[in-house]
């Protein structure tokens, strides 16, 4: 690991301009995959800037209904703050799933969005990889891939966003906000990752010494929401297909859908082909398949990922069956 310099931001003009001064420094959050990625070597800051004690770890109801959550509002607050469980819960659902309750306490709403992916390629810095090294190749392509991207990708790269919260916070139309030397700014999660194109190790719309201060959800939508998750092992792992669903039926109609899959791309995938379809249509379950076949329609996995199409589709079903006889149980005690 490289030396590096450590300061304490007392407050967020601060910490930008603390940042500003030295092109090689990061924020410090709750380090969780931070400092795992410096003891590799993928990450080899000058300074770090800890941010853990501005007052950026409050929960704050809107003025329109919505929910404020600050960037420093660790995991575990997160999921279990009576409001969030209460609005959101696939959120709530989504942040339990990510993680053991040790990392939960340290890792932050900041950090989580801006983890970088678990591909073997990335985190070893002894193999090219356009993300660490643009213009070294992807050997993920034709190497190990099992885990990686089938939607959005490109000859880049094909490695997947980790985030489970990214992918609530995703179907809820969150919206990130930041702040720079100039000031404060916001752009909706939806634009907040950039696509793969040609240029991988661009992640994210964030300018250079940007800070996330937090992020505000609009008001939940009348909707039975859940995030469910697949992996390899029943203990904590990252997910090889998730999906992130909020449905309101009324009559057997869908009436609202919002869907979100992660582990399927680079960034967490919103389904809008997938919720077009839904739209007035009968609460079934080959309803459900066929608008997850018209989301899939896009897909071009690689031989060792193909799975994961038939996985989606299958979860997208199972989650949407869920939440359609949720609402009806609904619909019937309010009769």
Known sequence: MREFDYR?????????????????ARYLGGGTNLVDLMKSGVERPALLVDVRELPLDRIEVTDDGGLHIGATVTNSDLAAHPEVRRRYPALTQAVLAGASGQLRNMATVGGNLLQRTRCAYFTDVSKPCNKRLPGSGCPAVAGEHHNHAILGASPHCVAVHPSDMGVALTAFDAVVHYV??????????????LPVGTTPHRETALPAGALITGVTLPPAPAAASCYRKVRERASYAFAIGSVAAALDVRDGTVRAARLAFGAVASRPWRAHAAERALIDGPATAEAFA????AELAAAEPLPGNAY????IRNLVVAVLTELAAECRRTEEATR
Do not use: N, Q
Request: hydrophobic share 45%; glycine share 8%.
């Open 290 to 293: 066929a608008a997850a076949d």
């Open 8 to 24: 304490r931001a007392s407050d967020v003009p601060g910490a930008v301009a603390l940042l500003g001064a030295e092109p090689e």
């Open 180 to 193: 720079t030397a100039e000031g404060p700014h916001e752009v909706p999660l939806a634009e907040f990752y």
């Open 308 to 311: 994961k199409v038939t996985l």
